[in-house]
């Protein structure tokens, strides 16, 4: 089953356009929610995190946005540049039962920001 | 500090050979993951280790596999016999000791099995 679902697999965007990718869950018992980048031949590389404490979190052009309530959270690029061409991975994980630091991807968003 | 490495970068083998996938983690770092990702299953959680003890090997797919951690500064993926369906990237990350921390991945082997 799986407990992590993102959507779009795919997005074009234009160079200064907003991109947004979104992430829901399942399991209640999550508490902390990263967003990796991974660019073709390398691993993914930690971007932005937000536990549900909050409801957003800012770096720079990129915003997470958490609705807990609706076990939901997005990943928004705005100015998206080519250089942010890459697949991005939500995921999740639970600190709690014994499962702690084991997290759960959801399947990636390959965002092509066109020039 | 280099980062995680794993060894080797690519892999290419034929079916029913054994297969010794490689991994340096980050020093200090107290956990230590194995992925896979394929384009069908995405990134998925083989085995992880906390200080060189595996925790959860539910993502191992079948007995063909196995890992081990002999020290804090190296661990071994073994497949035996390698299989076709068998074919991904592999990745080893590895973590501090931290609520929530995160989880530094090496550059992937990328296997291929005839």
């Known amino acids: 089953q799986q407990q992590v679902k993102q959507s779009p697999q795919s997005l074009i965007v234009q160079k200064g356009g907003i991109s947004i990718i979104n992430c829901a869950y399942e399991?209640?018992?999550?508490?902390?929610f990263p967003w990796y980048q991974q660019f073709p031949g390398k691993g993914p590389a930690l971007l932005i995190a937000i536990r549900p404490d909050v409801s957003e979190k800012k770096e720079g052009r990129f915003t997470i946005s958490f609705n807990k309530s609706a076990k939901q959270f997005s990943l928004h690029i705005m100015d998206s540049q080519p250089g942010d061409s890459a697949t991005y991975f939500c995921?999740?994980?639970?600190?709690?039962?014994?499962?702690?630091?084991?997290?759960?991807f959801g399947k990636g968003t390959l965002l092509t920001v066109n020039p | 500090d280099a980062g995680v490495i794993q060894s080797p970068r690519h892999e290419v083998t034929e079916m029913g050979q054994e297969v010794t996938l490689r991994c340096k983690p980050i020093?200090?770092?107290?956990?230590l993951f194995w992925y896979r990702q394929t384009m069908m299953r995405g990134l998925e959680l083989l085995i992880y280790f906390n200080n060189n003890v595996p925790i959860d090997d539910s993502g191992m797919p079948e007995d063909r596999f196995s890992a081990k951690m002999p020290n804090a500064s190296f661990s071994t993926l073994k497949i035996q016999p390698s299989e076709p369906r068998d074919s991904a990237v592999y990745f080893c990350?590895?973590?501090?000791?931290?609520?929530?921390?995160?989880?530094?991945f090496g550059p992937g082997t990328r296997l291929t099995v005839l």
């Open positions: 020093s200090g770092h107290d956990y």
């Open positions: 990350a590895s973590s501090p000791l931290d609520r929530g921390a995160t989880q530094y």
């Open positions: 399991n209640t018992a999550f508490d902390y």
């Open positions: 995921a999740a994980s639970s600190h709690s039962g014994g499962s702690n630091y084991k997290l759960t």
